[in-house]
């Protein structure tokens, strides 16, 4: 028998950021919303006039190191009569996105003008060419991604895992995206190096630096410190306990090219 579908607390748990919040320096990561996105083989229907569509590639399989895959799976998204948090599981087609561009500064109800909905069964491949930052409008957190998850896969197979399993499952890749977005923003907007012209270009490299960061293989002595030890800080991120080491191992490195940046800019 399926575990029941749960429903969330509240609206702002589901989001990382909506509207002016969303940061150019975050990477695409699986509950991202774009605007402006057809999707192939997906008809238009009553609602999509914003052509907003939702990512729904799990966040382990959208990527070759630090590229996106020439194709990311996307569900489409419209517009929606307001969904009541409580009234979540009578509606097993969706899921429900309320105050999904944050036009209201009140979560404690859902915005009838701001109420959209992923819909299941509308789901397509959409190039990743098409999918640019400039038309990012929204990003789930990992509890938002494990309530999408969690009824995209109901709705498939009848069966809910739990929502705490799905968001350890993304637990990884999710805190890479955030350590990311630090990396980008401790070493190209302090620093100035982010040419908007350029910009897209500057970040590829940037995601290729702190991939071969997480990538590079490291060495630690063994408990019996006989013989050394193998270890890159990617595989960290997936042990909850090793995770808060990686954190600091990555402000760390951050703090340090900060130094030799400053550096090079006193010697000119």
């Known amino acids: ?153 109901h709705a498939d197979t009848r069966f809910a895992p739990r929502v705490a399993d799905l968001v350890e499952s993304c637990a990884s890749p999710f805190a890479e995206a955030e350590l990311a977005e630090e990396w980008n923003t401790q070493l190209l907007i302090r620093n100035d190096q982010l040419d908007p012209l350029n910009r897209d270009e500057i970040l590829l490299r940037a995601a290729k630096e702190f991939d071969e960061v997480l990538s590079e293989l490291r060495r630690a002595p063994s408990a019996n410190g006989k013989k050394q030890m193998q270890y890159r800080l990617r595989d960290d991120l997936g042990l909850p306990k090793k995770r808060p080491g990686v954190r600091r191992e990555i402000t760390r490195i951050i703090k340090q090219r900060q130094a030799e940046d400053d550096q090079k800019t006193t010697q000119r």
């Open 1 to 153: 028998m399926s575990d029941p579908l749960e429903t969330p607390r509240a609206i702002d748990e589901l989001y990382i950021a909506r509207g002016i919040e969303v940061s150019f320096l975050r990477p695409i990561m699986t509950g991202d919303v774009f605007a402006g996105i057809s999707i192939p083989g997906v008809e238009r229907i009553e609602g999509d006039d914003e052509l907003l569509a939702m990512i729904v590639s799990h966040p382990c399989s959208m990527r070759d190191g630090h590229e996106l895959r020439p194709a990311l799976q996307a569900l489409r998204v419209v517009q929606s009569p307001a969904i009541d948090l409580t009234a979540w599981k009578q509606h097993f087609d969706r899921m429900p996105l309320p105050n999904l561009q944050g036009r209201s500064s009140d979560d404690e109800t859902v915005d009838p003008e701001d109420s959209y909905a992923a819909l299941f069964e509308m789901r397509g491949r959409v190039p990743t060419t098409e999918i640019t930052l400039d038309k990012r409008v929204a990003c789930l957190s990992e509890e938002g991604a494990g309530f999408l998850h969690q009824r995209m896969g």
